[in-house]
């Protein structure tokens, strides 16, 4: 069975997320990723868009003991701001997205590294 998940858009809301889920979980991994276009249905980023159905497929191994949070960093404007709190909080300290977190280590994947299925596999299967 594939992994808890989860939703937000602020870093606020992903802290809370985690404080939540940590007691539970083996591992939190979290996504940031770039806001959905309501004209096309998907994020407004395209290495985004390619790294989603990669992640997608990688979570179908997942463990049940896990828990995997999509946060939005936001629209185009608000992402290339560089006073997004994405890039400024000290927790997460985001340079490019996609970016898939193991949250509470230092592993992290990066734009092209995120629609590497090898990759992002590896990430998530490791203990």
Same mark, same amino acid.
């Given at each position: 069975?594939?992994?808890?998940?989860? &939703?937000? #858009?602020?870093? !606020?809301?992903?802290? $809370?997320?985690?404080?939540?889920?940590? +007691?539970d979980?083996?591992? *939190?991994?979290?996504?940031?990723? &770039?806001? #959905?276009?309501? !004209?096309?249905?998907? $994020?407004?980023?395209?290495?985004?868009? +390619?790294?989603?159905?990669? *992640?997608?497929?990688?979570?179908?191994?997942?463990?049940?003991?896990?828990?995997?949070?999509?946060?939005?960093?936001?629209?185009?404007?608000?992402?290339?701001n560089?006073?997004?709190?994405?890039?400024?909080?000290?927790?997460?300290?985001?340079?490019?997205?996609?970016?898939?977190?193991?949250?509470?280590?230092?592993?992290?994947?990066?734009?092209?590294?995120?629609?590497?299925?090898?990759?992002?596999s590896?990430?998530?299967?490791?203990?």
């Amino acid at each position: 069975m594939p992994c808890k998940q989860l &939703g937000c #858009e602020s870093v !606020t809301e992903l802290l $809370s997320l985690i404080e939540k889920e940590c +007691k539970d979980a083996s591992n *939190i991994f979290v996504l940031c990723t &770039g806001s #959905e276009d309501p !004209t096309t249905g998907k $994020s407004w980023c395209p290495d985004c868009v +390619k790294a989603e159905p990669v *992640i997608e497929n990688c979570l179908k191994s997942s463990k049940d003991t896990d828990v995997f949070i999509v946060a939005i960093a936001g629209d185009r404007p608000i992402w290339k701001n560089p006073d997004n709190e994405f890039r400024k909080h000290p927790k997460t300290l985001l340079k490019s997205i996609p970016t898939l977190i193991k949250w509470g280590t230092p592993e992290r994947l990066s734009e092209g590294q995120c629609s590497d299925a090898n990759l992002v596999s590896m990430m998530l299967e490791e203990d």
